[in-house]
């Protein structure tokens, strides 16, 4: 304790309190209502909305939660008291269309009083403010007493904590504190009586349980706390008491008070004035609403979003979502949730926003992407928003999408002095060192040839061919564009099954996934050839499967970017076989589940995902299948439509939705235990809404459209060597390209070392070095090859044999 603590005026009360440490800390509700905090950056708290009440709050960045709850408890004192989240019939609303500024109504069943919030941010300082009003009947609110029930997560968990009371400025007070960090809670008009205590033991719940508060603990240290205040309404009547309460954050409990106690004294409708006019600075699209079927509400609603998601200490970060999926049933452990960034999401969310015309704030993404990237290239598979990896799966997908976010934003001129070349250049050489097999592809669980990856891949390496162009590297635009042409080959070979069992009149068509073969970069000897291991399968379940048994329609990204025709067959028929195997009905509108035997998602009873569960129907994947539809010439109306239905009351668009008949708890087509909102789900809306009224998929690269489906279609393309992947065969007549690193000499034979050639290699920059031979036209035969490292000065130390088989 600090000197400056020390002379604090504490209230003792009854002293400390019992029951030390409490239950083991959990989260909440991962079912939002909204996320929201102020426009300003000055301002660097966030908070959420679930139940009627106040969930976690998020200070100083948005991956740090500091609270699980806030809400208000109210009692006669003789016969019930009442939780607003259980008890209270609450509607939710936003005081206005433009703001996250949100309003609760909270209504008593039987009718006996009206309880109103208001709840923002201060427009320029870390606090909440929750401006609340109960109204009734004289008779019935002299009786009531209402109480405030705050539940500190401090620094990121519930394990711990510590508070006691005091008295600031005249008024009664909270101060809560962990890891350097404080948390005040204050009241205007005041609390009458304050206590401290541990959950599930003498916390305040624990003691309302007679109807009345009975303890007045003065301090609860190091565990799993919750503080209770009477809110003072002595002074009011007239059917109507009013009262705000300030949650001030800051380092130290002097910053927290101050700035709780200086918001209190200042109007709220003053800050509520100001909250929204700074968001009214945001400016919403609103020439997207046309194509909207709710008339905007859910564009201006995503917008906010999108922008609410982004950090205000490192600009430009973007979390996938401010919620803790089946939170209620997760303690500390989980410590990451969804509020971290994933490249993938993050690019999804800064290319929305690119659609919305905010060019400014996609450019503040691809920067801070750029900060963030490793020296080979490569970005971690998720990291807080101060770049500190969190997960460390290599997922190819991850490393494409910012090369297509620059390109993006150079053909709209919105780099402004951002010079992405040496950016784009590493994350493409990234790709020809790594590719085509990914670690991970973007469900984040299986190794081997992804559709959906190669089709990022595939594009990435184009748009940074065609920088480089832009840049007269011309040599180097050349290798890459050649490397996506060999893996644009080789997509059916690698990707497709012509041996299909999910539906026996279709043989044909993409699996979710193949598998590294032996030999290959991540195979996995204890599962075996061309099968895939999926995770979060129950104890009892089959969890190996032949990859042909196993389907997503992740191959739709081929289409979205341009590497495959709308009306390609294999694509047409692979739908049917998506449709006939994860499509969902409800009455919202036809929803997919991510791939057959998913395991991520709510039970078969209704139950959370804790390790194991049924994979639900994900609203995103509507979105996207809207995209085909319009790419294929048809009407996206009905996938705009069925992801507006999907949205909760606050418009939060949730990542999975209960897909079976409604059992207790869970209603069809309604939000799971999931992620809600999930960001890149409210981002491929909006991106829908653009492509709806151009006419054209947002996302679709024309560079790759000419390359792969356009008139001028490019044919022709080397074989790939790789010392990752060596090749067994070559065409008859073709190219072998040997690609390595760093430069190297090329000696190689096709007479058994009778005849050695000889062959510098071509350095083309980070993506690395090759050299070109040409395959004879004999119809059999060996290319036999080593390598000299001339920067080591030494030889490779082994030969390589690459069979030549018939062209045909």
């Not at 069943?109 to 870390?126: A, C, M, Q, V």
């Not at 101060?386 to 190819?396: A, E, R, V």
């Not at 869970?666 to 992620?675: D, L, V, Y």
Request: proline share 5%; with cysteine; glycine share 10%.
């Amino acid at each position: 304790m600090t000197l400056l603590e020390a002379e604090y005026k504490w209230v003792e009360g009854s002293g400390a309190a019992f029951g030390a440490p409490g239950l083991p800390p959990r989260w909440t509700s991962a079912a939002k209502d909204t996320v929201a905090t102020a426009y300003s950056a000055s301002s660097r708290v966030w908070y959420t909305i679930s139940h009627g009440i106040l969930n976690e709050v998020y200070f100083p960045t948005i991956d740090r939660p500091q609270i699980r709850d806030m809400e208000l408890l109210i009692s006669d004192g003789e016969t019930y008291f009442q939780e607003e989240k259980r008890t209270l019939k609450t509607k939710f609303e936003y005081i206005d269309s433009d703001s996250p500024a949100v309003r609760t109504v909270g209504r008593d069943p039987e009718g006996r009083y009206t309880l109103t919030k208001e709840i923002i941010s201060n427009p320029h300082h870390p606090v909440i403010i929750v401006h609340a009003v109960l109204e009734g009947d004289e008779k019935v609110l002299c009786r009531l007493k209402v109480y405030s029930l705050l539940a500190p997560h401090l620094n990121g968990g519930g394990a711990g904590n510590s508070a006691r009371t005091l008295e600031v400025a005249g008024k009664r007070s909270f101060i809560a504190w962990k890891d350097g960090i404080s948390l005040a809670m204050i009241c205007d008009p005041g609390f009458r009586r304050t206590s401290c205590g541990y959950v599930g033991t003498s916390d305040g719940w624990q003691d309302m349980q007679n109807f009345k508060m009975d303890w007045e603990f003065g301090s609860a240290l190091d565990g799993n706390i919750a503080l209770l205040g009477e809110v003072d309404l002595t002074h009011q009547a007239g059917g109507r008491r009013e009262f705000t309460i300030a949650l001030g954050f800051g380092y130290g409990h002097h910053a927290a008070l101050s700035g709780a106690m200086a918001s209190l004294a200042t109007p709220f409708d003053s800050h509520l004035k100001r909250y929204i006019l700074q968001w009214h600075r945001a400016a919403s699209p609103l020439e997207l609403a046309v194509k909207s079927h709710d008339k905007g509400t859910l564009l201006q609603i995503s917008h906010n979003i999108l922008l609410t998601h982004e950090d205000k200490t490192y600009s430009g970060a973007f979390i996938a979502s401010a919620s803790i999926p089946w939170g209620n049933h997760k303690s500390d452990e989980d410590l990451g949730g969804y509020h971290l960034v994933w490249t993938r999401d993050m690019v999804q969310t800064a290319s929305a926003l690119l659609a919305c015309g905010r060019t400014d704030t996609a450019l503040r993404a691809l920067v801070y992407l750029a900060c963030t990237q490793k020296p080979d290239g490569s970005f971690a598979q998720n990291f807080w928003v101060d770049g500190t990896p969190y997960w460390t799966g290599i997922q190819l997908d991850e490393v494409a999408f910012p090369i297509m976010l620059a390109w993006r934003l150079w053909k709209v001129d919105g780099l402004g002095e951002f010079d992405v070349f040496p950016f784009v250049e590493r994350a493409a050489a990234f790709l020809v060192r790594y590719s085509p097999i990914t670690q991970q592809e973007r469900w984040e669980e299986n190794a081997g040839y992804s559709p959906s990856t190669l089709a990022a891949v595939i594009a990435g390496l184009i748009c940074a061919a065609d920088i480089a162009k832009s840049r007269h590297a011309f040599e180097m635009a050349h290798f890459l564009e050649h490397y996506a042409d060999w893996i644009e080959a080789h997509l059916d070979e690698w990707t497709v099954t012509d041996e299909g069992v999910l539906v026996p009149e279709i043989r044909r068509h993409y699996m979710r996934i193949r598998p590294p073969s032996r030999g290959e970069m991540y195979y996995r000897e204890e599962v075996g050839e061309g099968m895939l291991r999926l995770s979060n399968r129950a104890p009892n379940e089959r969890y190996d499967f032949e990859a042909r048994e196993v389907v997503d329609a992740g191959f739709l990204e081929l289409v979205r970017y341009g590497i495959r025709s709308a009306h390609d067959p294999l694509i047409v028929d692979s739908l049917k076989v998506i449709d006939k195997v994860l499509k969902v009905e409800t009455p919202a509108g036809p929803c997919w589940r991510r791939y057959n035997h998913d395991g991520y998602g709510q039970r078969h009873d209704g139950g959370p995902y804790l390790g194991w569960g049924q994979g639900r129907a994900w609203p995103i994947l509507t979105g996207e299948r809207g995209h085909y539809e319009l790419a294929a010439g048809h009407d996206p109306a009905p996938f705009i439509q069925a992801l507006e239905r999907f949205a909760s009351e606050g418009g939060m668009i949730p990542e999975q939705i209960w897909d079976e008949p409604s059992i207790d708890g869970m209603e069809i087509g309604r939000p799971t235990g999931a992620a809600m909102p999930l960001v890149w789900a409210h981002a491929e809306y909006l991106k829908l809404l653009r492509s709806a009224l151009d006419g054209r998929v947002f996302e679709r690269i024309s560079v790759v459209e000419d390359r792969y489906i356009g008139e001028n279609r490019h044919h022709g393309h080397p074989e790939i060597f790789k010392l990752r992947r060596p090749l067994k065969t070559v065409r008859a007549g073709s190219t072998l390209r040997v690609v390595a690193e760093n430069r190297f000499r090329l000696l190689w034979s096709v007479d058994g070392w009778a005849t050695v050639n000889t062959l510098e290699s071509c350095h083309v920059g980070f993506p690395g070095s090759f050299a070109d031979v040409s395959v004879p036209e004999a119809q059999s035969g060996t290319i036999s090859f080593t390598l000299f490292w001339p920067g080591e000065n030494r030889w490779e130390g082994r030969n390589f044999d690459v069979e030549i088989v018939s062209a045909g």
